[in-house]
């Protein structure tokens, strides 16, 4: 990140921060390690920056954009060939966006209307020849819910399968279960094939 404007690093140092993503502050003219892929930087100072690799950052825009553009240039993919949205439906909504099996973000959301509009934004930012929402089944009506909305908005190349969530809200820690987050939860769902819903195609 090589900006010394206010609003633009607190922006996109707390979306990166949110998905546990290393970064490094820079400031912009100053010489640039050799192991940087990418730079974010914004308009008024990209001129000022001297990389091959530079994504300006527009201060009134979503930076969960350039983030995952970013991410998509560090694995040197314009698309994948598989995005997976797992949702760990309940109290919280929980969910975990993985392009070709590395995970790209995980959130917890606390209404169905937020999870859905999340879901059809991942969908739309990261392109995919085949893209998956794996919804977990713990709670099979609002599963259900979550499956129903979706459905009306998907873009032809995306698929629902409903997953058994035995094994994916617990893990193993020197020999006692523990509980795992909605976040972490969603990210066993996403990578946990399920049951292709009723009306949606296969891939």
Do not use: C
């Not at 969960?64 to 994948?80: P, Q």
């Not at 790209?104 to 995919?128: C, F, H, Q, Y």
């Not at 020849?129 to 873009?155: C, H, M, T, Y």
Request: aromatic share 4%.
């Amino acid at each position: 990140m090589a900006t010394v404007l206010g609003k633009a690093y607190y922006r996109i140092v707390k979306e990166l921060k949110q998905r546990k993503l290393i970064f490094l502050s820079l400031v912009p003219g100053k010489p640039i390690p050799p192991s940087i892929r990418v730079v974010i930087t914004t308009v008024e100072e990209k001129p000022s920056v001297n990389h091959p690799n530079v994504l300006v950052y527009d201060t009134d825009a979503d930076p969960a954009d350039t983030i995952d553009e970013a991410a998509r240039l560090i694995r040197s993919k314009e698309s994948y060939e598989e995005l997976a949205i797992g949702v760990d439906p309940g109290k919280t909504f929980g969910t975990a966006v993985l392009g070709d099996g590395k995970i790209l973000k995980t959130a917890e959301w606390l209404s169905l209307e937020m999870t859905v509009d999340a879901i059809l934004g991942e969908l739309k930012r990261n392109p995919a020849r085949v893209q998956r929402i794996r919804i977990g089944n713990g709670i099979p009506k609002l599963a259900e819910d979550v499956a129903a909305r979706l459905s009306i908005a998907l873009p032809d190349n995306a698929v629902i399968e409903i997953v058994s969530e035995a094994g994916t809200s617990s893990s193993r820690d020197d020999g006692f279960r523990k509980k795992l987050s909605d976040a972490d939860s969603a990210i066993h769902i996403a990578e946990k094939p399920g049951t292709v819903r009723s009306g949606r195609k296969n891939a």
